[in-house]
């Protein structure tokens, strides 16, 4: 298993721009999440997906949106980015059935993201 | 917001000393977890304790969740240098979503 994949590895954007970071897990987990991770700041959730078809906000999802058409694919688009979204973004999965529920979540490697 | 604050945010030390993180938050938590995360990569998780006043050992590092479940220690014993990283402490509450909220991280870096 390749685990949780995220395309591309680095991207540079000019101010308006727009992107889609990709995210792909190959290991049938329900949940999947986006995370951006700032110097000093730990992780801050953007959105989540807790089954294809549903989505919702995390803690900073402004500027950002998701699909989630298949369980495999979680992508987060940027439609006019801002110098305040660079960061370094990871996707996450994680795995929950009725009442067993594992917090343990599976990150990505991540994107690093400029926006100049 | 619930926070989680970790300390000392930037450790370095000498290969064989011991060493003991914190993670503090005023909420309580139903489970609390541990991760570790290298430079250009995703964090990978140590450990998750669940009971107030567990104790887990994972060979030279031990975690324990406080008896009220706001509160984390990360202890490393004769730490070496593969032990560098950045440690992240993440609480969960028992919402029936897996949301995690993530400590500030502690930056660790062992000499040889």
């Known amino acids: 298993n390749a685990g949780v994949t995220q395309t591309p590895k680095f991207r540079i954007l000019k101010i308006g721009q727009s992107m889609t970071l990709q995210c792909t897990q190959d290991m049938n987990h329900n949940y999947m999440y986006w995370y951006r991770q700032d110097p000093g700041m730990g992780l801050k959730l953007i959105y989540y997906s807790v089954g294809a078809g549903i989505t919702d906000k995390g803690e900073v999802p402004n500027g950002y949106n998701v699909s989630r058409s298949t369980t495999e694919d979680f992508p987060l688009r940027l439609e006019l980015a801002a110098p305040s979204q660079t960061s370094v973004y990871f996707c996450a999965s994680s795995y929950s059935a009725g009442q067993k529920r594992s917090y343990e979540q599976y990150f990505g490697p991540g994107t690093r993201l400029t926006v100049t | 917001t619930q926070l989680l604050e970790q300390s000392p945010q930037f450790l370095s030390i000498q290969e064989g000393e011991n060493l003991t993180v914190y993670c503090n938050s005023s909420?309580?938590?139903?489970?609390l977890q541990w991760y570790r995360q290298e430079p250009g990569e995703g964090p990978v998780l140590l450990v998750t304790v669940v009971t107030g006043g567990e104790v887990k050992k994972l060979k030279r590092l031990t975690f324990q969740f406080g008896d009220a479940r706001k509160d984390s220690s990360l202890h490393i014993t004769a730490a070496q240098p593969g032990d560098t990283g950045l440690y992240l402490c993440a609480g969960a509450k028992d919402t029936g979503f897996q949301k995690l909220v993530f400590g500030t991280g502690t930056r660790l870096l062992v000499s040889p």
């Open positions: 909420s309580v938590f139903s489970s």
